[in-house]
Structures are given as C-alpha cells and as structure tokens.
C-alpha cells in the first residue's frame, strides 16, 4: 500500500477517535450539570452518570456534538 494513503487511513482513525471523544466529554458536561445541584461530590455524580439509561444510550451511538452530524 502506498504510505500517503496508509497516512490518511490514520488520521481519518484519529478524528473519529477525537469525535467519540468529544461526544462523551459533551455527554458528562450534560449529565454533570443535571446532578450538580443535588449532588455535592463529583466522583458520585459521575457515578449516578454513568448509570443512567440516557448517558449510555448515546456514549453506545453518539449522535451529535452541539447539534452537529459527527458523521466525518
């Protein structure tokens, strides 16, 4: 295979590994700021996040970032 495409095959991995990653740090701002109030730690915030049926719906198909399409 030729190295500039291998090149690109690589950086088109990284983006979507950055678009996922994004998404999920969106998706723990979004949950975060519903349990702020009532929770005073963020380590059982976090907690409560990740049980919640919303937070791994979309971390399993993470649809948008800020309204968004992250189809790259």
């Known amino acids: 295979m030729n190295e500039r ?6 950086a088109a991995e990284m ?3 950055l678009a996922e990653t994004f ?7 979004k949950e975060l700021g519903k349990f702020k109030k009532s929770v005073k730690s ?5 907690s409560l996040i990740r049980k919640s ?17 992250l189809q790259l």
Request: one cysteine or more; hydrophobic letters at 35%.
């Open 15 to 17: 983006c979507d590994q």
């Open 23 to 29: 998404t999920f740090i969106a998706v723990v701002n």
């Open 53 to 69: 049926e919303g937070f791994r719906k979309e971390v399993e198909t993470p649809a948008d970032y800020n309204g968004k399409n």
């Open 5 to 10: 495409f291998e090149w690109k095959i690589q």
């Open 42 to 46: 963020t380590k059982k915030a976090l």
